[in-house]
């Protein structure tokens, strides 16, 4: 009898740290949101050499973008940092970590390719993201949570 109360107190105690780990909706969009500025600062720097001419400097441009959507970039920070506190603390330095793990995911495949066939990958994001109203930006990003891994799953 014991061991069964120890069984279902465990059980219980951990469904809610279960639950918490996973991402809402809201979580789910501030990682992708998160995901494309880092992967989008990683493009500019190593492409900003190679920005066609007549076009915006690529690094320039994705400056451009981070200073326009800086409430909406601080707003995902601040609703993953929150996320963190409620799963261990740490929020600041995991929110960090995050970021880099992005930023060298996309240096890796940098790395794997020449430069002149990266940038013509990836490059043509940064003047698409310019050219975005702030609501279409928003729903590219949410709608990015199909098409790239999220670290933790969506809640359900």
Not at 113 to 137: H, L, N
Not at 147 to 156: A, E, F, H
């Amino acid at each position: 009898m014991r061991y069964v109360l120890a069984c279902l107190s465990m059980l219980f105690l951990s469904a809610p740290a279960m639950a918490a780990s996973c991402y809402n909706a809201a979580e789910a969009e501030a990682e992708q949101g998160i995901r494309i500025h880092s992967e989008l600062m990683v493009i500019g720097l190593n492409c900003q050499h190679m920005t066609p001419r007549g076009w915006k400097n690529f690094y320039q441009e994705y400056r451009e973008i981070t200073n326009r959507h800086q409430d909406l970039f601080s707003g995902y920070e601040k609703t993953l940092i929150k996320h963190n506190k409620k799963n261990g603390g740490g929020a600041e330095k995991k929110l960090h970590n995050m970021r880099t793990s992005f930023a060298n995911k996309v240096s890796s495949d940098v790395a794997q390719m020449r430069p002149d066939v990266f940038c013509a990958t990836y490059a043509p994001r940064i003047p698409k993201v310019g050219q975005m109203s702030r609501q279409e930006f928003k729903n590219w990003i949410a709608s990015s949570t199909s098409s790239q891994p999220l670290t933790k799953s969506i809640c359900r």
